[in-house]
């Protein structure tokens, strides 16, 4: 019987969609009895180019060990589903008309198509989706959640706002140890309790975990919407090439600030990559120092000044403000005012990726205003500098030109002091001086002091003079929640008065509303501001007609949307109790799954979505609602599968193309060809290259021995080079078996590796090997014995159990195939057909190649899915060595090898090997003079 992989792998998809084989059982339901494992990938946005053959890598492997951990017994969570909001379906949008969620749709059934072809065990009855309303719902009411929520920092979490207020009618909130805003005021009880509800809701505003607040953020004034600083290409927007502007904007925002001790304590606790726990370290950027208070000279405003090296404040000889900087505008002079202005509109278009990248370009521009040193009272001129950022400390800095590199080209630059405070120091190496440990400065006190004694004298100095305080400062900024586009989650919030209020639980989902275009307003709202019934009548509590606006009892909704990593900073728990219709997940499914036990995703996330899941992870922890504050315990970055990318060559001013071998004579431009144009050998199909692309129909080819060969250059795997694989077409020729033991045979998981298609036709052939070890009877029948299998075959088996046991416990993948065609070349070469060897066989294949092994499992005799069945273990009695391969030498140079039992006498062993037609053609009839063996290692003939 022919291996037909066509037939094999339909049959088995349909059986387990039938079936759902693979429905993860909740409590009390059967099969919660046995031990839980979650094995889960991050979930894709489904574009509209569907998947090309480096998407599944990931899903391979989590599918083999979600497989792996069935065979052991565990009740295996496995999901899937859709991060479907996002910008590629908005933008689509705005070009054609047509709605995102219909292009969405026909997004997701074409991903679903192409991962059911592969055989992946997800259960598809958990899929979530978080562009529908039953979804967004519950990332609205964790939105509000967070919202009715504030941090209390002597509790070390989060807490209901009422428990905030209660504090504040008690004692006001001078003793109230908060997370909060800078410039929230101290009150009292009484001017609390005297406040309006206006008053409060404000101040309420400043210690709430989201928020509204001015921020400044990179505006494209030409697309209507902020940018991301990833979207921001040389100061222009990426699509499109319009300008961007820096710009203050109110804007949601989550108070991430408050958790940053607690994320950088839990990677301590997870299982993950140290080169990703490193991003995020890095990224929250934990420094101990001090806050320096400034004032400014003749007025009644300070700037706040975090450093780390509060033992340097003696080497200050100017300031530097960010040029967003709140107070660059009300300490600016007359005279100075057009000149920092004119600065202000320059670095508007500049990203502040940009600007922190740019350490060659020194501009600045002085305010003509002094503050005054905490120590010595001398006049410290202030400037603003586009080097300094105001998301970043307190968007200042305290000028110490000896000790920075940034601050000693500023002074350099503009003719500023550079007092050296530093004993011997070279203040042109000052950056990189290794002498910068010894304080001298004029006033005496730190002089003499190691660095550490220095810092901790001047703290202690600076908070007796009332001017400073020692401080732990964190890189890390506050998340902007706010997006100006249509496709995103909407806001659970009416504005009354230009206040937030939220919608009651019990009302949402908030649907987004139907709009005639998807672009900003003609007057520069966000693209729901096009909506026609966008507003809140709070006596039917429902989304009514924007006409019935009255500000009484129907108010405007919020125009902006959530960003994309709403739904996915929460997904994880959804997957647990996922049809659950009353809460975002019940208590006991929450209880009995726990978390994620092995998440598989890639590194790009470091600073993304994996922050901001174990941000929400930690929030909804303190309020009770999940039983772990770190959602998964171990996880793997796969690597990426790169595209082999072909190119043509085309001869400048001409539509003449070189083959590749002659290109160098001649001075060509190499372009992207479609590698589906290019055969095996390297050979381009001239003809269909010209059809390719009309710029290419009238193509003339210089040719070698009759053929154009194309240039080859490993790249990443996308549209835009022309190099993708589709994986449906491998399916099509070599089955999926073949796609997943081929993906996971390239290299090492986390490790990128070129694809190489020829290369699959060598595992296919094991497939079909594989098939032909249990089909050795008459005409290629199926046949198995039932005879007891010889030692040398349960060898085989038994060390490839042993060996794919260790290797899908360390996650090495690629070794376990080498395995298979270790232990399938063994057994064929012995015309294995033993029961006792091949059925435990199957099932060792079966996470890595399921559809060949559930076929060869129905044809040994079972009628249940070998998916469930005991995964063997190696038994050591099989792997215990009993002979041993001898190096046979002729005076000092090994000839040949030879096998022989370890128990062999070393009488016995000179008899079998001088009998050896091996050793009588080396000897030529000669008699040895000596025959040299030491058992166990070497046999040594001295002729």
Not at 96 to 113: F, K, L, M, S, V
Not at 221 to 248: F, M, Q
Not at 343 to 363: C, F, G
Not at 491 to 507: D, E, T
């Amino acid at each position: 019987m022919k291996y037909d992989h066509k037939t094999i792998e339909a049959k088995w998809q349909q059986y387990w969609k039938t079936r759902q084989t693979f429905r993860a059982a909740n409590p009390g339901s059967e099969g919660a009895e046995k031990p839980k494992f979650y094995v889960l990938d991050m979930f894709p946005y489904p574009s509209g180019a569907g998947l090309h053959v480096g998407h599944p890598l990931g899903y391979i492997a989590s599918d083999i060990y979600a497989r792996y951990k069935r065979h052991q017994g565990y009740n295996v969570l496995h999901p899937m589903g859709y991060d479907s909001f996002g910008l590629p379906a908005e933008q689509y949008a705005i070009q054609t008309g047509q709605h995102p969620a219909i292009t969405t749709d026909a997004n997701i059934r074409r991903y679903r198509e192409q991962l059911d072809k592969i055989g992946f065990s997800f259960d598809w009855s958990r899929e979530v989706r978080t562009s529908d309303p039953e979804y967004y719902r519950w990332t609205q009411w964790i939105f509000i959640q967070l919202f009715n929520s504030w941090y209390n920092r002597d509790t070390g979490k989060a807490e209901a706002i009422a428990s905030l207020t209660a504090k504040f009618e008690a004692g006001g909130n001078e003793n109230v140890n908060a997370e909060c805003d800078s410039d929230t005021a101290i009150f009292s009880a009484a001017q609390w309790n005297a406040f309006s509800a206006e008053e409060k809701e404000k101040t309420l505003l400043k210690y709430r975990l989201t928020y509204l607040a001015e921020t400044e953020v990179n505006w494209c004034p030409a697309l209507g919407t902020v940018l991301a600083n990833d979207e921001i290409v040389n100061g222009v927007s990426e699509r499109g090439g319009h300008p961007v502007v820096r710009k203050k904007m109110t804007q949601w925002s989550m108070r991430i600030t408050a958790y940053a001790e607690r994320l950088l304590e839990g990677l301590g606790r997870v299982d993950w990559p140290q080169p990703l726990k490193d991003s995020q370290t890095n990224w929250i950027g934990r420094s101990e120092g001090a806050e320096v208070i400034f004032r400014v000279k003749d007025t009644t405003y300070t700037i706040p000044v975090f450093t780390t090296r509060p033992d340097t404040i003696f080497g200050v000889s100017f300031m530097t403000l960010a040029p967003e900087h709140e107070l660059v505008p009300l300490i600016t002079t007359e005279a100075q005012k057009t000149a920092v202005n004119d600065y202000i509109e320059a670095t508007a278009k500049r990203s502040e990726r940009e600007r922190m990248a740019d350490v060659k370009t020194i501009s600045g521009v002085f305010t003509g205003a002094y503050a005054e040193h905490p120590f010595t009272g001398e006049a410290v001129p202030v400037w603003i500098g586009d080097y300094v950022l105001a998301g970043y400390g307190t968007g200042a800095v305290m000028a110490v030109p000896c000790g920075d590199q940034r601050d000693y080209d500023f002074a350099r630059h503009f003719g500023l002091p550079i007092p050296n405070i530093f004993e011997n120091a070279d203040i042109s190496e000052a950056a990189h001086s290794e002498k910068q440990g010894t304080v001298i400065a004029d006033s005496g006190f730190l002089s003499g002091l190691s660095q550490g004694e220095a810092t901790r004298k001047a703290i202690a100095e600076l908070e007796l003079r009332g001017a400073g305080k020692g401080r732990t400062n964190y890189r890390l900024r506050d998340a902007v929640f706010s997006r100006q586009r249509y496709w995103g989650e909407p806001f659970p919030v009416y504005y009354v008065n230009g206040l937030p209020k939220m919608i009651a639980a019990q009302h949402l989902p908030v649907r987004l509303p139907e709009v005639e275009k998807y672009l900003p307003t003609e007057t520069g709202e966000p693209p729901l501001g096009n909506a026609h019934t966008w507003a809140w009548d709070t006596e039917r509590n429902e989304v009514v007609s924007n006409d019935r606006t009255d500000h009484k009892t129907v108010f405007p909704l919020e125009l902006n949307t959530m960003p994309g990593w709403a739904g996915s900073s929460w997904y994880f728990n959804r997957y647990m109790d996922a049809g659950n219709p009353s809460e975002f997940a019940s208590g006991e499914a929450l209880d009995y799954w726990k978390d994620v036990d092995l998440y598989i995703g890639g590194s790009e996330h470091a600073t993304g979505h994996l922050l901001y899941a174990r941000f929400w992870q930690k929030f909804l922890f303190d309020l009770g609602l999940v039983p772990v504050d770190e959602f998964a315990r171990k996880l793997i970055n796969q690597g990426m599968i790169l595209g082999s990318s072909a190119f043509v060559y085309r001869k400048k001013g001409t539509n003449t193309f070189i083959s590749a071998n002659l290109a160098p004579g001649y001075e060509t431009e190499a372009i992207h060809a479609d590698v589906s144009l290019v055969n095996i050998s390297e050979e381009l199909d001239t003809e269909a290259f010209k059809a390719w692309r009309p710029e290419f129909k009238d193509a003339e080819f210089i040719l070698e021995d009759g053929k154009y060969i194309v240039g080859r250059e490993v790249e990443k795997m996308s549209k835009s080079k022309y190099n993708v694989v589709n994986p449906d077409d491998i399916c099509e020729q070599y089955g999926a078996d073949t796609l997943r033991l081929y993906e996971m045979f390239l290299g090492p998981l986390d490790q990128a590796k070129p694809w190489n298609t020829a290369g699959i036709t060598g595992v296919h052939g094991f497939l079909k090997k594989l098939w032909k070890l249990y089909h050795s009877g008459k005409d290629g029948a199926f046949y198995v014995s039932d005879a007891p299998a010889s030692a040398e075959n349960l060898k085989s088996l038994h060390k490839a159990i042993k060996k794919v046991n260790e290797d899908i416990e360390g996650f090495s993948f690629n070794t376990s195939v080498s395995s298979f065609m270790i232990a399938v070349n063994e057994l064929t070469s012995r015309k294995c057909n033993a029961r006792e060897v091949l059925e435990p066989l199957t099932v060792i294949v079966a996470p890595y190649a399921p559809h060949i092994a559930e076929e060869l499992w129905q044809l040994l005799g079972h009628e249940t899915s070998v998916a469930f069945a005991p995964f063997p273990e190696p038994e050591e009695k099989y792997l215990v060595e009993s002979t041993k391969e001898y190096p046979v030498s002729f005076n000092g140079k090994m000839r040949f090898k030879l096998e022989l039992p370890l128990d062999m006498s070393r009488e016995e062993m000179e008899k079998t090997v001088l009998a050896h037609e091996k050793t009588m053609e080396q000897l030529q009839g000669r008699s040895p003079k000596k025959v040299i063996i030491v058992p166990g290692k070497i046999i040594n003939i001295v002729g």
